[in-house]
């Protein structure tokens, strides 16, 4: 006796083999590119994140590699340490699920009273319809969580902010812009290499002998301990990292050798851009300032492997 399916396909399943189905109605996460862009607030310090679109598309740009929805959206996102998103509503319930790292989820009232919630993996809230909420990282390692949005095509976010609501539907326009903007710079320079050393003093005493090397600089941030050098065009750092923050390295402790490279741009935005539109994802920030020297930028181009980017450059390093 033959197997009966108890409902009805959609119309347009109703002539369409398993086969086609299931090419059309799996999304695997590594044949996601992440969208740093994907909504009106997403370039804004504190609200950078990446969309990984599985089910609909809820970014309004155009974009054809993701399942199609029925009945809800399915997206995971990728939020740094220090970023979140903004205030703002839906028309529909939104769901947020953590599958990695912790992430605090607030509640706000029109006249600013908020209310925060903690989350951890496995931890999920329903944000009912037209209840201002948002999220924020505020922990020294990235957060991956599950959105869910619970219509085909939802409405942009509304934002509670009259500034970023009378300006999110422009936002694509504007990045195409800055985008075409950005490839008319000029190429970016090789001006940084890094490389991890057992001993700070004794490896730096190795490269001045060596090969005349000047010392131009030595700090210990709370993650590592540097000894810079240079040639008078490159940078060379010699690092000790106390850990894996900032190194990305399980155990940095007993890692030895080369690390990451940097390069100097004339535009740290439109860098950013081209990166992730290329399968980059933003590692973290080093330094408070993008206008001083020695500030860094740092990313994971698509085998895992970390570069910065500097506008003004590294100490001892010519632009």
């Known amino acids: 006796m033959g197997l009966i399916a108890r409902h009805p396909r959609p119309t347009e399943l109703e002539n369409v083999s398993i086969?086609?189905?299931?090419?059309?109605?799996?999304?695997?996460?590594?044949?996601?590119?992440?969208?740093?862009?994907?909504?009106?607030?997403?370039?804004?310090?504190?609200?950078?994140?990446?969309?990984?679109?599985f089910i609909g598309n809820t970014s309004g740009k155009p974009d054809?590699?993701?399942?199609?929805?029925?009945?809800?959206?399915?997206?995971?996102?990728?939020?740094?340490?220090?970023?979140?998103?903004?205030?703002?509503?839906?028309?529909?319930?939104?769901?947020?699920?953590?599958l990695q790292g912790r992430l605090i989820v607030f509640f706000e009232e029109e006249d600013g009273r908020r209310i925060e919630?903690?989350?951890?993996?496995?931890?999920?809230?329903?944000?009912?319809?037209?209840?201002?909420?948002?999220?924020?990282?505020?922990?020294?390692?990235?957060?991956?969580?599950?959105?869910?949005a619970g219509k085909a095509n939802p409405e942009f976010m509304g934002y509670a902010d009259p500034t970023l609501f009378a300006n999110r539907d422009a936002h694509n326009a504007l990045l195409i812009e800055h985008i075409l903007e950005g490839r008319r710079t000029s190429m970016a320079k090789l001006r940084h290499f890094a490389i991890v050393v057992r001993d700070l003093e004794k490896s730096a005493k190795f490269y001045e002998s060596v090969f005349d090397l000047k010392r131009v600089g030595q700090e210990t941030l709370d993650f590592a301990a540097a000894i810079y050098l240079s040639d008078g065009v490159v940078n060379l750092a010699l690092l000790n990292y106390f850990g894996k923050r900032g190194?990305?390295?399980?155990?940095?402790?007993?890692?030895?050798?080369?690390?990451?490279?940097?390069?100097?741009?004339?535009?740290?935005?439109?860098?950013?851009?081209?990166?992730?539109a290329a399968g980059g994802t933003f590692f973290f920030d080093l330094g408070n300032d993008a206008e001083k020297e020695n500030f860094e930028r740092k990313f994971k181009d698509p085998d895992g492997i970390i570069f910065d980017i500097s506008h003004k450059g590294w100490l001892g390093a010519t632009g």
């Open 117 to 148: 919630v903690a989350l951890g993996p496995w931890d999920c809230v329903s944000c009912p319809p037209g209840v201002i909420h948002g999220y924020r990282n505020d922990s020294v390692e990235p957060v991956y969580l599950q959105v869910m």
């Open 247 to 276: 190194s990305g390295i399980e155990d940095a402790k007993n890692f030895v050798g080369a690390h990451h490279f940097g390069f100097q741009v004339d535009d740290l935005t439109a860098t950013q851009q081209r990166i992730e």
């Open 64 to 98: 054809d590699n993701f399942i199609p929805a029925r009945a809800f959206t399915l997206s995971v996102m990728f939020v740094p340490p220090g970023e979140g998103n903004a205030s703002h509503t839906h028309e529909v319930e939104e769901v947020f699920f953590v």
């Open 19 to 53: 086969e086609e189905i299931a090419r059309r109605y799996v999304a695997r996460f590594g044949e996601r590119k992440p969208d740093w862009h994907a909504f009106a607030d997403a370039a804004i310090a504190g609200y950078r994140r990446a969309q990984h679109r």
